[in-house]
Nanobody, 124 residues
């Protein structure tokens, strides 16, 4: 059983940067594909970014490409989401997820473990 705990959310202004962290325990992080998802009020959960088990492969939603960067430190069992040039439409609860697989999926239902989420609010 893998436990995931996110941190780093908060209230920022348009154009600011924020880094989210996701600490994994109860398993070997390098065995899992990791993803970041977000859910805004009244909207479905959506894929933001994903990283392969080694971190060598990274994937992004078109809405964040060029602004967000996912990385992982398997020695620390931690995944990061660096968010730059934040916009009000990035406001959401951000959750990390782990998938016992060899390839990154953009579908939330394909992930096996989830964190509780961290709130990111971007003011205009």
């Amino acid at each position: 059983q893998v436990q995931l705990v996110e941190s780093g959310g908060g209230l920022v202004q348009t154009g600011d940067s924020l880094t989210l962290s996701c600490a994994a325990s109860g398993g070997t992080a390098s065995a899992y594909v990791m993803g970041w998802f977000r859910q805004a009020p009244g909207k479905e959960r959506e894929f933001v970014a994903g990283a392969s088990r080694s971190g060598g492969g990274t994937y992004y939603a078109d809405s964040v490409k060029g602004r967000f960067s996912i990385s992982r430190d398997n020695a620390k069992n931690t995944v990061y989401l660096q968010m730059n040039s934040l916009k009000p439409e990035d406001t959401a609860i951000y959750s990390c997820a782990a998938r016992w697989a060899t390839w990154v999926s953009r579908r939330p239902g394909d992930y096996d473990y989830w964190g509780q989420g961290t709130q990111v609010t971007v003011s205009s």
